[in-house]
């Protein structure tokens, strides 16, 4: 793995991390301002960052993940992040523990030219419509 590319998954352990402790403040630090979490499953559902950290510190827990082999590309000024991870999770009191599929894309500011998650897509086949209900329950906007 070239240097870039540990850099960008020393920054998803440091985000993942922080979803484990619900680091409210490491999490906002990581994110960018538009920042967009998205389900993908049977339907989706989409938390905005306010509502993301919100959610990811209260009702959407994660206790543990592994990632499997890793993909990093950058263009310009942004990177792909893409993995399978064996995920432990819960949204609200429903165990969503299992494999997941991860995208996230990264941008370096012009200013400070530091990294940060501009969108997380996770993704499984989950039939089961109560989880995006869940999620969508969680939107702040609403």
């Keep these: 793995m070239d240097e870039f590319a ?42 905005d960052r306010a509502s993301w950290l919100e959610a990811s510190t209260t009702r959407f827990r994660c206790s543990g993940y592994r990632f499997d ?14 993995t399978q991870m064996e995920l432990e999770a819960r949204v609200g009191e429903r165990d969503w523990s299992g494999p997941t599929w991860v995208m996230d894309l990264w941008q370096r500011g012009s200013v400070r030219r530091r990294w940060r998650i501009v969108e997380r897509t996770l993704s499984r086949p989950d039939g089961d419509a109560r989880v995006t209900d869940a999620v969508k329950s969680m939107q702040l906007w609403r």
Excluded: Q
């Excluded at 484990?20 to 906002?28: I, Y």
């Excluded at 082999?69 to 893409?82: D, I, K, N, Q, T």
């Design 6 to 47: 540990s850099k960008i998954e020393a920054l998803e352990h440091r985000w993942m991390r922080s979803w484990m402790h619900r680091d409210r403040n490491a999490m906002k630090s990581l994110a960018a301002r538009n920042f967009i979490f998205l389900l993908g499953s049977t339907k989706a559902a989409i938390l």
């Design 69 to 82: 082999e890793v993909y990093v590309r950058r263009h310009g000024s942004v990177a792909v992040f893409a």
